[in-house]
């Protein structure tokens, strides 16, 4: 079990590093210890043009292995698609995509995995677009053994604070340029921001939020204090604000998400981040504030592209692995060469996937693919 304390200095730096991001490599090493690894990394992977990029990392893949990872290796991980079926903060380890044996046998596995004596990696999708996928991820070298249950315990116990870390340094816009980049690519929600002190005055409102306040169902300003229309909702987020201007222990970081619901049914949340630590001061100066309130309308997670193509004709995680493949790589032979399976099994789902699609021809298998990804970004 991890220590209550431990983990709540962690989360605050968490916070603290979506205010700084020069503090992003020392808290993924932080996160890296707690969930058990050699190294952790902020990346993103876009499943349909097979590239990425990574954003910050800790104790990951020399210069070397990462620049062979996005010129040439992203083409034939065949973890990538699994991101694709994993909800939204759910850890997923190589298991979990494909059979074990089936990795070991893969030329990725052989040529960029073995090398660096890796074994596993312990993942969470943060955010999905269209096409892409934005991950923090736990590497497990071959001293850690595969990811168990407590590691994804514990990763899941820290997705949470990460993806609000991200959403909070896209919705305060910070002045660095590399923050705006990776907070743009893990979270494209829009989020009404509410800088308020501690009675609840509203010091600071942004246009999402005095929409929201216009609105009426959800909050209001009430005397220029924010109030939820919910009366239960309303009397949690006045205590909360109460709490915020003693730091991350009064506030208990842990329970900072607020529902609230309305009259005709919708639900929004606001997630309160108390801005006591000198890092998060920092976003309101100028303000006599002592918490940001983001709040968001809760929906489901709009499916990807290639998670959509799944759905829609039912394919199994190997034969979408094969389509992927097919599509970047166009011929039996380098498929079956990338994934580390025979000729026969290739052509053994690619006959499955004619079917399944309607199609008779692996151009036919690109156009659908391309059909189905949109250039526009929601």
Known sequence: MPNSEQFSSLVG???????EPALWPGVLAQIASF?????AAFYSKDAATKTGDVYYDCGASDPHFKRLY???YIKIDPTTAGHCFAPIGEPVTTADVLDYNEFLASRFYSEWVRPQELVDNVSVALEKSATGTALLGVFRHKRYGLADDEARRRMRLIAPHVRRAA?????????SAEAATLADTVDGLSAGVFLVDASGRIVHVNAAGQAILARGTVLRSLNGKLVATDPNAAHILSDVLERSDSGDRALNIRAVAVPLPTRDGERFIAHVLGLASAARRGIADGYAAVAAVLVQKTSLEAKSAIEAIASTFKLTPSELRVLLAIVELTGVSETADALGVGQATV????HRLFRKTATTRQAELVRLVAGFS?????
């Open 374 to 378: 949109s250039p526009l970004v929601g």
């Open 35 to 39: 969930v058990g690894g050699s190294a």
């Open 70 to 72: 996005f010129e040439k």
């Open 167 to 175: 959403l909070v340094a896209r919705a305060m816009a910070h002045k």
């Open 13 to 19: 730096d968490i916070y603290d590093a979506a205010m």
């Open 347 to 350: 052509k053994t789902h690619l």
